[in-house]
């Protein structure tokens, strides 16, 4: 465990399900509770196997959502998933990955139709391409169209920095908004379970914002 500047990092194999639950609680007791989840970890599959994939995508983020309820319910809190457009259209050489993020979407919005949930919101985030380990293992030992799709995205300069992608969630995360063009504000509201597709004009404003703050350093 790590602990710099106020945030604590712990190590943890989510493929291992039965240590999630001690691990949310054992995190609840040292940061007093918890306000936000967001639901971040995957894995593309294509050199795990199917079954470690399975539990890492979905089976994993299914307990972290249990096993944090109980905390998100004292807080009105919020939930936020990584969902990807292979959800709805799976994509040859990947399709596993695109039915356990579908699986994922599913149970969250089960989980909010449950009384007892109706005051933890959630909402999920497609980041687009990001330029993440998992598209370089879909160029170098992806087959059929991911290979080809992650390669295009490469060509055309389509990759998202992962730094900048970061921030806009955990801006939009934090506040429950979205980013607002006309304000250049994280002031428009998020519906429950809506679907957050991050602009390039989000990005191009958080890229000017880190420019502009190296500059004043």
Known sequence: MRANLGIKAVKLDLSRIDEIQNFVEQSAIEIGGVTVLILNAAVTGIREDHDYSSKVVFEAQKRLVESASGFLRKTNGRIVFLTSGQAWNPVEGHEHYGK???EVEDFLREFSRKPENENTSVFLVNPGHVDTRMHQEAMLYGKGAIRKISIKAK???LLRNPK???KIISKMSLA???FNPKT???????ANNEIVFISD????????AEKLNQVVR
């Open 184 to 190: 250049q504000e994280y002031d428009m509201p998020i």
């Open 155 to 157: 060509e055309d300069g």
């Open 176 to 178: 429950g908004k979205k």
């Open 201 to 208: 004009e989000n990005i191009k404003f958080e890229e000017s």
């Open 100 to 102: 356990a993020k579908r």
């Open 164 to 166: 900048t992608i970061g």
